[in-house]
């Protein structure tokens, strides 16, 4: 099995504490990876890095890009990194609530118009043939996702855990290989964690793209990862399946809580 990301040695610190100390870990193609830790761990730090909004003291992440070269991605520009084919959510929905569901998707994809401005405020044919083909991606998304009757309606009139559908749904207008997720369950209830963790599978499957993701919610981690690394003030702890991490002694009292007996 090929490769997707490979992180290697990754560290950064700000005001002389490390954040995320010589991490390294790798995920396979169409695997769905998980980052856990305590809060403070670092998570959310080494996701940064990885997507470059941050820039790493050291250290490299490798990508799998949509050619099938690997591509160090430090130093690119997050817009650079998309292209490749590597996208992400954040922790709060990032929605244009003013719009329709359909609309947000569309404005996810505005970087894959090829037309130019001239040609879209215009409204010369290339532009409409563009934009008539990403509408009907947007539709087949939609359908997917089991948002296309909701399709018109406001984007904020929408229930919290539809939000993060129509979020992870404008993630693959970009056509990714890899999506990563930040704390995908947040703010979920029980009924709408299954559904999620039913919908990151299928994307998965449908979509033939890796997905990580960082998530306190451990049910949710249990149901949707196939391997994960847990990490404590920016260091790996272990890598394993969820059985495995579980088990492991040094997570349990890092992370599950587990003190001297």
Do not use: W
């Amino acid at each position: 099995m090929s490769t997707l990301l490979k992180v290697e040695n990754l560290s950064i610190a700000f005001g002389g504490l490390k954040a995320v100390d010589d991490l390294s870990f790798e995920m396979n193609e169409g695997e769905i990876y998980g980052i856990i830790g305590p809060n403070g761990a670092g998570k959310t730090t080494a996701f940064n890095c990885i997507t470059q909004f941050y820039k790493p003291d050291t250290g490299k992440v490798m990508f799998n890009t949509r050619s099938g070269q690997m591509v160090n991605l430090v130093g690119k520009k997050p817009h650079e990194i998309i292209a490749l084919g590597l996208v992400r959510t954040f922790q709060n929905v990032e929605l244009v609530v003013s719009l329709s569901v359909i609309e947000n998707l569309l404005v996810g994809a505005h970087t894959a118009f090829k037309a130019g401005l001239v040609s879209q405020i215009l409204g010369l044919p290339k532009a409409r043939r563009e934009e008539k083909a990403l509408r009907k991606k947007a539709e087949e998304v939609l359908e997917s996702l089991g948002l296309y009757a909701i399709k018109d309606m406001p984007a904020l009139m929408q229930p919290y855990g539809i939000q993060k559908r129509i979020e992870l749904g404008r993630t693959l207008m970009l056509e990714p290989k890899l999506i990563i997720l930040d704390e995908p369950a947040a703010g979920l209830n029980d009924t709408e964690t299954l559904d999620l963790v039913k919908t990151v599978k299928d994307i998965a499957q449908r979509y033939k793209c890796g997905i990580l993701l960082i998530e306190h919610d451990m049910n949710f981690v249990s149901g949707v990862c196939q391997r994960l690394c847990a990490i404590s003030f920016g260091k790996r702890l272990a890598i394993g399946t969820t059985e495995e991490i579980k088990a492991n002694p040094v997570v349990q009292e890092a992370y599950l809580g587990k003190g001297d007996e």
